[in-house]
């Protein structure tokens, strides 16, 4: 009798626990609801981190990366879903690992992300992406075939965003890939007039292309610096 009694103390608690939880699971979702209405980002942020605690899903933690990402915390992004690139993540957790890892600077690990989502899905502005990163890590030879096929594929209409003034703003994708064209072509054998013409190529495609006049500028700063004297023997 006494077991007994002991085990229905213990379904009843399971069943008031269990209940507790749908009801915690169903108040989340509902808040969560009411917070993406409101467009509260630190509610649908806390709503979310909540869900993943009562039932944890991939799903909505891929979810909630995006929403860090989007909110410019990538370093929050990054830890709610991780850094290393797998197979089975979604294209959405790739994403964020991409745009997160970039923010950071961090242009190797996030070119192997770019990479994985241009192998998904390739179109002109992944290109670009992967083109910029290795510029950076020094692959000229790998960015101009990226540069190649954005050129190639980029529609005239489509544009590309840049942050590098106090007002952001966008220049046609086709002048963007020109510019970097320039940048490789000077990575690569380091001539700078064959740059700034290409760089004036993008100019006449877009000419308020602020980041391509201020590499232009700096690169006919460079031509025109005094040849350094030879040592006096």
Do not use: C, W
């Amino acid at each position: 009798m006494k077991k007994l009694l002991i085990a229905l103390v213990l379904l009843v608690g399971f069943a008031s626990s269990a209940q507790t939880t749908s009801e915690l699971q169903k108040h989340y979702e509902a808040f969560y609801t009411e917070m993406r209405l409101q467009g509260d980002m630190n509610g649908v942020i806390n709503a979310l981190t909540h869900l993943n605690v009562l039932s944890p899903s991939q799903a909505r933690k891929d979810t909630l990366a995006y929403i860090y990402a989007n909110d410019n915390q990538h370093l929050q992004a990054l830890n709610t879903i991780g850094i290393e690139k797998q197979d089975s993540d979604s294209d959405l957790a790739v994403q964020v690992k991409a745009i997160s890892l970039k923010a950071l600077n961090q242009p190797k690990r996030a070119l192997e992300q770019f990479e994985s989502l241009f192998k998904r899905s390739p179109n002109a502005y992944l290109a670009y992406e992967l083109a910029d990163l290795k510029i950076q890590t020094g692959d000229g030879a790998g960015a101009s075939k990226d540069i190649e096929y954005g050129l190639a594929n980029a529609k005239d209409d489509q544009k590309y965003a840049f942050y590098e003034r106090q007002q952001p703003y966008e220049v046609s994708l086709k002048a963007a890939f020109t510019h970097l064209k320039a940048l490789a072509q000077f990575n690569l054998d380091k001539n700078i007039d064959t740059a700034i013409v290409t760089i004036d190529e993008a100019l006449k495609i877009d000419p308020n292309f602020n980041l391509a006049s201020l590499s232009k500028q700096a690169l006919e700063a460079r031509k025109n610096q005094p040849a350094e004297a030879e040592p006096k023997q």
